[in-house]
């Protein structure tokens, strides 16, 4: 799903905010994950932004390739070329 925004009924009513930095999933990685997605046209966020890609294994960038649709081999090649890609960055 893209662009998805929950909605509430009629009779629910609003509680509270909720703030990004407060709250039990301050620095697991699916949060820094979602959080590279608010930054999504707001340069300066994402230049503070922390990638996480040099530390995801083999199998989850494999799963991420499943995950998009890839089917037969082509998880396993994306995943070698992909793998190949982050090694030349951390040599910047």
Known sequence: ???VRLKRTRDEKKID???WRDNPFVGTRE???????KSKGNLRSYNRSKFMLGQLSRQQ???AFRAGGYEGEEPAGFTSDFEE????????
């Open 31 to 37: 949060l820094d994950g979602l959080s590279h997605t």
């Open 1 to 3: 799903m893209r662009n």
């Open 85 to 92: 890609r982050i090694a030349e960055l951390k040599k910047l």
């Open 61 to 63: 960038i494999r799963d």
């Open 17 to 19: 905010i909720r703030r």
